[in-house]
């Protein structure tokens, strides 16, 4: 733990884990928070108590002669000041990542590829580090003037105590904004390729294990799953997900399930599959055989829970390497000086726990206060204009109290840049938001490639194309919005408000009603303490969480904020012309947005991206402009 951080509440109440055959540990979308939340105590522990966890956890499945594989699905980087504030950029978390190395597993996640330095600097660095266990099966790079596969594609092995014969792959969404030195093949396409099919045909193998970077609900992983079921129907398969940021477990058939397992270092996830049975006769036979058992459990990452779940005290917990790491990762965030006092936040501002437009809403304070105030072009700044900012850009709450360096990248990571389109006619202008509220493409995070990927047309070529599809597949889920059984769980009747308390015995809102976890909170014993926290709802029900938490709302963050400045879109007489200031994250976005809309209006201009002007110096970055406008308004005075 970090000297900043503090332990969690000792008095909550935690699920147990319940160990399989073949047991998992998986994190994914880490996005560089391996020194651990330092202003939340249900999150923080860093990677050194990680990898202290690890160690018991790997002792425990060596002491009942089972096996345990730690596995990461990628997006380790952008998102943290220790990953964003060195030079190069990912400096010190590759090299923490490297010197833990305790993953059997890991692949790479959309946020490896944005920038061609980052995919350079993960290709040069962590992948002869991992090796064959870098996975990475429709990810290429041309590094040296010829496109390679980025990673091992396949990896076919034997488990330590069961010796279980486990063939793997990695896989990425259909990801289509990477830099031009890498290039990603659809997962539609690669189930299709000769060497995919070769390595599925394998009949030696006992479990397939899809490590990737795609949400659970996301179509590329009904294409794999078609793939290799039309093959085996009776083999195991098991995704370990990403991506969305969310805790989710989706089961595909009996025999198959997806565990996504959150985001930011907040969630370790922990999956069993019990029941095995090895295909090699010469291999240990497992204890519990028969019918084959899932089990997930979404740990909170903190060291109280992770000595729960290894029977370990603060006095038996911490590894030497595990404290070594937490030393390393103090002297890297000294160095950058990621502790420095910028300046104390007023109050909470959050992406999604307060409805957007609101008071305590951090995008209504972006567009109404910060961007106006900050977004500056002494050239035009008497011309009306609109400020747009895409809602992924933004990353993670603001918390009452002292705001470091380090926290700006925990906001505002991304080193976009301010462009603009001078003089857009009104009428164009002003239907540019729901142009882009219409627009598929990711403005948000977790949200996958620019296609539509709902598009039947697509599907139904890629099933006409993939001659072992199975015919079985309901494809309307997909096309309709995927309806999980965990919609069959929020729909199902639930008790009356009036009769539910909490631990103190006071009445629940109607809300809080409609949280499963609260049949549960009515009949708990009063001395457990409950903090807000997850309480997720999946297709194997309400008790995935290991924490028993008290749940927070969450509304949607806004997919693109508009800020207006220089002028009021309610008044009567609105300006002929605004200029358009925007990231050049969504310069595509907004040179389609004009053009279709000129389109639509019949108006014959049309506009190029190359017509988009710089509207601030490249080093004009929002973190930039938040460090600035938080040191001179916030006051240094944390109460
Ligand atoms: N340079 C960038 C890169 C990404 N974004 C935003 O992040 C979203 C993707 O993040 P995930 O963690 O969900 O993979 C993307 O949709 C953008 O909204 C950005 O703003 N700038």
Redesign the pocket.
């Known amino acids: 733990i970090q000297p900043q951080a503090r332990d969690s509440d000792p008095n909550q109440q935690i699920r147990h884990l319940e160990w399989g055959d073949l047991n998992f540990l998986h994190t994914t979308?880490n996005?560089g928070w391996h020194a651990g939340h330092l202003q939340e105590p249900q999150y923080s522990a860093d990677l050194g108590d990680y990898m202290s966890f690890i160690s018991h956890m790997q002792r425990i499945a060596d002491q009942k002669g089972v096996d345990l594989l730690v596995v990461d699905s990628g997006?380790r980087s952008?998102?943290n000041g220790l990953y964003d504030a060195s030079d190069p950029m990912g400096k010190y978390t590759r090299r923490v990542l490297r010197k833990a190395n305790h993953f059997d597993l890991l692949t790479s996640?959309?946020?490896e590829l944005?920038?061609g330095t980052t995919s350079l600097n993960e290709w040069r660095e962590m992948v002869p580090h991992f090796g064959d266990r870098y996975l990475s099966s429709n990810i290429e790079i041309n590094a040296t003037g010829e496109w390679e596969p980025f990673a091992n594609r396949n990896l076919k092995f034997k488990t330590k105590n069961l010796g279980l014969t486990i063939s793997a792959f990695g896989f990425l969404f259909d990801f289509t904004?990477n830099d031009v030195n890498t290039r990603v093949t659809p997962a539609s396409q690669i189930v299709q390729q000769e060497w995919f099919r070769k390595a599925i045909a394998d009949t030696e193998v006992d479990v397939f294990l899809i490590l990737c970077h795609i949400d659970v609900d996301f179509l590329e992983l009904k294409f794999i799953h078609g793939a290799i079921r039309a093959l085996h129907p009776e083999v195991p398969i098991q995704f370990m997900a990403g991506?969305?940021?969310q805790r989710k477990f989706r089961v595909f058939d009996e025999k198959c399930s997806a565990l996504e397992s959150g985001?930011y270092c907040e969630t370790v996830g922990f999956l069993s599959l019990s029941g095995l049975v090895p295909k090699d006769k010469s291999a240990p036979r497992p204890r519990d055989g028969g019918k084959m058992k899932t089990f997930r459990r979404y740990i909170d990452y903190n060291r109280v829970n992770f000595q729960h779940h290894t029977n370990t005290t603060q006095e038996t917990f911490d590894t030497e390497e595990g404290l070594a790491l937490s030393r390393e990762m103090t002297g890297y965030r000294e160095k950058l000086d990621l502790n420095r006092l910028v300046g104390c936040a007023p109050q909470d501002y959050t992406l999604d726990k307060s409805p957007y437009p609101s008071k305590n809403n951090w995008y209504s304070y972006l567009a109404t206060t910060l961007l106006p105030k900050m977004v500056l072009n002494p050239a035009r700044n008497t011309t009306p204009h609109m400020i747009f900012i895409?809602?992924?850009?933004q990353?993670f709450d603001v918390f009452k109290g002292p705001f470091t360096y380090d926290t700006s990248f925990l906001i505002s990571p991304?080193?976009?840049r301010f462009l603009f389109a001078r003089d857009i006619p009104y009428p164009i202008a002003s239907r540019l938001l729901d142009y882009f509220l219409r627009d598929p493409s990711?403005?948000?995070?977790?949200?996958g490639a620019e296609e539509p990927r709902k598009n039947s047309k697509d599907i139904m070529t890629a099933m006409g194309e993939t001659p072992s599809w199975d015919p079985n597949y309901d494809y309307a889920d997909v096309l309709l919005g995927h309806v999980s059984s965990a919609a069959k769980w929020r729909s199902r009747p639930q008790q009356q408000p009036s009769t539910l308390h909490n631990h103190n015995q006071q009445i629940l809102s109607p809300f809080q009603s409609l949280t499963p976890d609260y049949e549960e909170t009515a009949t708990t014993p009063n001395h457990y303490h409950r903090t807000l926290g997850y309480t997720t709802i999946d297709d194997h029900g309400t008790t995935g969480d290991d924490t028993v938490h008290l749940p927070f709302i969450k509304y949607p963050p806004p997919k693109v904020l508009q800020s207006d400045v220089g002028f009021t879109p309610t008044s009567l007489l609105p300006p002929a012309a605004v200029d358009i200031v925007f990231?050049d994250?969504i310069a595509k976005n907004v040179e389609a947005g004009l053009n279709t809309i000129a389109e639509e209006l019949e108006v014959e201009r049309r506009w190029e991206r190359k017509e988009f002007e710089r509207y601030m110096g490249q080093e004009r970055t929002l973190t930039r402009l938040i460090l600035e406008f938080v040191g001179t308004e916030w006051g240094k005075e944390c109460v």
């Open positions: 979308d996005h997006d952008e998102g996640g959309n946020h944005y920038n904004g991506h969305a940021h985001r895409n809602g992924g850009s990353r991304f080193t976009s990711p403005y948000a995070i977790g949200k990231f994250f």
